[in-house]
């Protein structure tokens, strides 16, 4: 059968940056009855998901411990990025097998769309087409087990439906990283959690598994508080006992001072030892109650509590005055040079929160590049997060290079999006996720007047999907949001622009503040 296994394995980038630590873990194919078939992988931005998928393909070793995997064939990854036309997606669209034809058909794939001479060529497919010929390359193989890392990232709803029909008939071991709930509903009946560097493994989708592990460790916490109470009470008790002590010891003293030499010897010998039963009385006790302090305050030690992450934004946005910032009409062409949108009209006003939607390639890209083209020319800063990032590694670097006035805020921006900035600038393999945060975290913190975010939920971990929306509600700039996430883009936006037909269509919202 086919299945995998991991006995204390361990991995780290850096000294700072631990991805696992003695993990271990058993997994084996669902029966083919399982009608949802792959386990989803969970975790916090940074905590290694994309890592520990490229540790089952064999792509990277474990530092310590032993990694086995038992299929006929070695694991298939389809990793996050979609940027380049590899061999595999090439060989497949030319591939006339029944099953080839089946998945290009129930995926919406025409091998001529990757042809510059026959259709739009690979670089002008939008993202979320190319994830689709990437998916459909690597499931035409029928691999034993099929790791996805974020699958879902650039599709809209009607291509993340296609794709999770194509996913429930898959039969063998898979493993699926993603931020998208409604995919791990539909997907998944086992869940594994990677946390504080390890694996644990949930039965259940994420939804089911996350209530069972936030009570544990809401639990925890109250645990935690109860034993620091404890601890704090055991402390003030003591200090009665050691004022109570000093007293004791105060008391004789002045009795022999006012009677002065004429007390009597045995009552005076009476009196002392007393005293010194009494004085090792209250020694004990005070003994005593150092232990039992030393107790709660270790109990209170014990507990391996994260680090709790958020906080409010101040912003440092910078009105221009102008009314109208930037204004697109005419013909919109994309790459391939052909017009995608005609008579286009459209205005970006001052505070105007604008929501762009449309179907996967339906030019939503191309409009928000073209209208930067026009703000280029204008006093307005923009601050522009693309749906990938060039180089994980560089936004790193150019973060720590700022001066410590700048990092400092940008870092501190970092925070209240979820990520420990004493990590993030460590490691030397920052995962998508984390370098995206610390790019929206730069452009928060800046003096933008123009926020431009492109899919910015992609790579996103859940909570940081919550804590980026509690961070855009109160932008004071005007925002420019394509996403495919409705809640995300009701929440932060109040007009809609929609790119569908080759047209654009304005929806004005009533609490949109700019608009006209």
Do not use: C
């Not at 060529?121 to 029928?142: F, Y």
Request: aromatic fraction near 4%.
């Amino acid at each position: 059968m086919t299945s995998l296994h991991l006995r204390g394995v361990s991995y780290a980038h850096t000294l700072a940056a631990v991805i696992l630590d003695e993990a271990t873990l058993d997994l084996a194919a669902p029966p083919p009855s399982e009608a949802r078939p792959f386990v989803g992988v969970v975790g916090a931005n940074g905590a290694g998901k994309s890592t520990l998928l490229r540790l089952l393909t064999g792509e990277l070793v474990p530092t310590t411990g032993h990694l086995d995997v038992q299929a006929t064939m070695p694991p298939r990854l389809v990793p996050q990025g979609v940027g380049e036309l590899t061999e595999d997606v090439r060989a497949f669209a030319w591939q006339w097998d029944g099953v080839a034809e089946r998945l290009r058909r129930r995926l919406g794939l025409d091998p001529d769309d990757l042809d510059p001479a026959l259709g739009r060529g690979w670089d002008a497919l939008s993202p979320g087409q190319r994830k689709r010929w990437q998916i459909a390359a690597t499931l035409a193989e029928e691999p034993d087990v099929l790791l996805l890392d974020e699958p879902t990232n650039h599709l809209d709803a009607a291509a993340r439906e296609l794709l999770v029909d194509v996913l429930v008939g898959f039969r063998g071991l898979g493993l699926i990283v993603s931020h998208d709930r409604g995919v791990l509903e539909r997907l998944t009946h086992r869940t594994v959690r990677l946390h504080q560097a390890d694996l644990e493994l949930h039965a259940g989708s994420y939804v089911e598994a996350a209530a069972r592990w936030r009570a544990a460790d809401e639990a925890e916490r109250n645990a935690h508080d109860r034993a620091r109470r404890e601890a704090r009470r055991q402390r003030r008790i003591l200090a009665d006992v050691r004022r109570d002590r000093s007293s004791a010891e105060a008391a004789p003293r002045r009795e022999r001072r006012l009677a002065g030499p004429s007390q009597p010897d045995a009552r005076e010998a009476g009196r002392r030892s007393a005293q010194r039963k009494a004085e090792a009385a209250l020694a004990r006790r005070v003994t005593q109650m150092h232990a039992r302090v030393g107790r709660a305050e270790a109990a209170a030690d014990g507990f391996d509590l994260q680090r709790n992450l958020g906080g409010e934004l101040g912003f440092h946005h910078i009105d221009t005055g102008r009314r109208v910032l930037a204004r697109l009409t005419g013909d919109v062409e994309h790459a391939g040079g052909d017009v995608l949108l005609r008579d286009v009209d459209v205005a970006l006003h001052r505070g105007q929160r604008v929501h762009v939607d449309g179907a996967n390639g339906a030019g939503k890209t191309s409009l928000i590049t073209a209208l930067l083209d026009v703000v280029t020319d204008t006093p307005e800063q923009v601050g522009l997060l693309p749906q990938e990032l060039a180089s994980p590694t560089a936004v790193v670097a150019e973060v720590g290079a700022l001066d410590p006035e700048q990092r400092g805020r940008v870092l501190g921006t970092l925070a209240t999006l979820g990520v420990d900035p004493d990590r993030v600038l460590v490691t030397e393999a920052p995962s998508p996720g984390e370098a995206r945060k610390l790019a929206l975290a730069r452009f928060l913190s800046s003096s933008a007047s123009v926020l431009v975010l492109d899919e910015p939920t992609n790579h996103l971990d859940l909570p940081s999907i919550e804590r980026l929306e509690a961070a855009l509600r109160p932008w004071p700039g005007a925002l420019l949001l394509i996403t495919h996430d409705d809640g995300l883009a009701r929440a932060t936006t109040r007009t809609t622009w929609t790119v569908a037909d080759g047209a654009v269509y304005v929806s004005v919202g009533e609490e949109d503040g700019g608009a006209p």
